[in-house]
């Protein structure tokens, strides 16, 4: 059996007043970034994101030292950094290092340098902690993952096993980021060098079916993997290939030349260089792990230090249902009739999962958030909206199938064409329960005008025969045409034709 995590809504912690945003500042081997979060918690929202390709790490293997360009570089984007956080009002802004500060020789002196032109002290990571922080990012980012964590940065790779919510004692850093691979590449035997590498600094018999991949220049591959197979969902995050395909893909395109890489459709201009060198290395990594399915992460170290900042009681909260509850519930019109739809759905899928329960809870706090928009774009615009929203805990079936709720929930008709191609992701009976809860949460809402009292004297009964409203007389609340067409709706997605209004006791 399933434990059972708490995954009760909190509309009173989800207001947008007093929310103190959060910053890290991350100065890799080839960028350095600043992403300032809505607040810290266990899944906000990015505010502000700039990356500088500061490329402090070009040369290091020769020269041992940060490149002096590289340092000028990211000491101004430090500073502007700061004076953003600054004027923002960010309360507390976290710095780190990684490969290229740890290793060089002069990496001590830009961290001093930082410090007295910023006033931030810079916590460099070893390569052990950098492991340790990246696994902890995608066990932020989804629902009790399971397998291992890859994460390709600028200046070195980190491998790490994850179990649930725990990293596992067999973790790694190698010499196998996008700077010194794209070195090596630049002579021969760059396949035959990477391997040994990786039989080198890999644990013997580190091996799962799941690898989780995290680093910029992955994602990247993913971008250009999503726009040739026209994938009908482009979120990175979540996205799915088996190994034998992203293997093959890898293997094209870290062969082709650069006015190919160049004109690749879904690569940002900036990856183009580093490119063939992140998909060799996914490439040979995969053969040696023997992983079934690469799961792309938008989540790494930062949220891996972000992360364990939390509480253990923070961090033991879903990431989807904080999500959903932190973008939907400051837009709603009652954000507490959200926490009365849960209990008013309760009872609509007979032997639900917990799985299956975290995505109902979901679509509750998501039920109200487009209220605001032209009632006749309200269903097309949520499904699309959604189908992007940089939402965590969710892979791009569990998506669509939210999306595909709100859409119905909106009345949105069943064989709408602007469903698809996204729609086809869902099985049949995944496309006829999204409908239901729709249909479910849209009558919800009718019948009791988003008052929870109302809502919670009322109560479903569904059989194979009829639908049934049940409404106790202390709502009172009378009989209406809309009411018995939301009612007839939903009897529709159920699969039965009679319906029935009953005041009970």
């Known amino acids: 059996m399933e434990p059972l995590r708490p995954l009760d809504l909190a509309p009173d912690r989800f207001s947008r007043a007093g929310r103190a945003p959060y910053a890290v500042i991350d100065i890799g081997s080839n960028s350095v970034r600043i992403v300032v979060y809505d607040e810290l918690g266990r899944a906000p929202f990015p505010r502000f994101n700039e990356k500088a390709l500061c490329q402090l790490g070009d040369g290091l293997s020769r020269t041992g030292a940060l490149a002096p360009e590289g340092v000028v570089r990211t000491l101004a984007a430090v500073r502007r950094y700061r004076a953003i956080a600054d004027a923002m009002g960010v309360e507390r802004i976290d710095t780190i290092a990684t490969e290229a500060v740890r290793r060089a020789n002069?990496?001590?002196?830009?961290?001093?340098?930082i410090a007295e032109q910023t006033g931030l002290t810079v916590r460099v990571l070893s390569g052990d902690e950098e492991a340790h922080f990246a696994a902890l990012g995608v066990i932020a980012g989804f629902y009790r993952p399971v397998g291992l964590v890859g994460d390709m940065g600028g200046g070195s790779l980190e491998v790490a096993e994850i179990d649930d919510d725990r990293v596992g004692d067999r973790r790694v850093s190698m010499p196998l980021g996008a700077l010194p691979v794209r070195a090596l590449l630049e002579g021969t035997a760059a396949r035959e060098r990477v391997d040994a590498l990786l039989r080198e600094g890999l644990p013997a018999g580190i091996a799962s079916p799941n690898f989780y991949a995290v680093g910029g220049g992955w994602r990247a591959l993913a971008r250009v993997h999503l726009a040739a197979t026209a994938a009908p969902v482009h979120a990175i995050h979540g996205y799915t290939v088996p190994v034998a395909e992203m293997r093959a893909f890898a293997k094209s395109v870290w062969r082709l030349p650069p006015a190919k890489i160049a004109a690749?459709?879904?690569?940002?201009t900036r990856r183009a260089a580093t490119l063939p060198a992140a998909a060799l290395v996914l490439d040979r990594l995969l053969k040696?792990?023997?992983?079934?399915?690469?799961?792309?992460?938008?989540?790494g170290v930062r949220e891996g230090w972000l992360y364990a900042q939390l509480t253990d009681a923070e961090r033991y909260l879903d990431p989807l249902v904080e999500g959903a509850q932190s973008f939907g519930l400051p837009f709603a019109r009652v954000p507490g009739f959200a926490t009365a739809l849960t209990t008013w759905t309760a009872t609509l899928f007979p032997n639900e999962t917990a799985g299956e329960r975290r995505l109902r809870v979901a679509a509750c706090a998501l039920s109200d958030y487009a209220w605001r928009d032209e009632a006749g774009v309200r269903a097309i615009e949520s499904y699309r909206r959604l189908l992007h929203f940089p939402l965590i805990g969710l892979d791009h079936t569990e998506r669509v199938f939210l999306a595909a709720v709100i859409h119905a929930r909106y009345s949105g008709a069943a064989d709408d064409p602007a469903l698809a191609p996204a729609i086809g992701l869902l099985r049949p009976e995944l496309r006829r329960r999204a409908l239901i809860l729709g249909r479910a949460l849209q009558l919800g809402y009718r019948v009791s005008g988003s008052v929870p009292e109302i809502l919670a004297a009322a109560r479903l009964h569904i059989d194979d025969k009829v639908v049934r409203l049940l409404v106790n007389a202390a709502a009172r609340v009378p009989e209406s045409e809309v009411v018995t067409d939301?009612?007839?709706?939903?009897?529709?997605?159920?699969g039965v034709r009679r319906t029935e209004i009953v005041e009970a006791g």
């Open 486 to 494: 939301r009612l007839r709706m939903l009897a529709s997605a159920v």
């Open 106 to 113: 002069n990496g001590p002196a830009l961290v001093d340098s």
């Open 264 to 268: 690749l459709g879904g690569l940002p």
């Open 288 to 299: 040696r792990l023997q992983s079934e399915r690469v799961v792309f992460s938008m989540l």
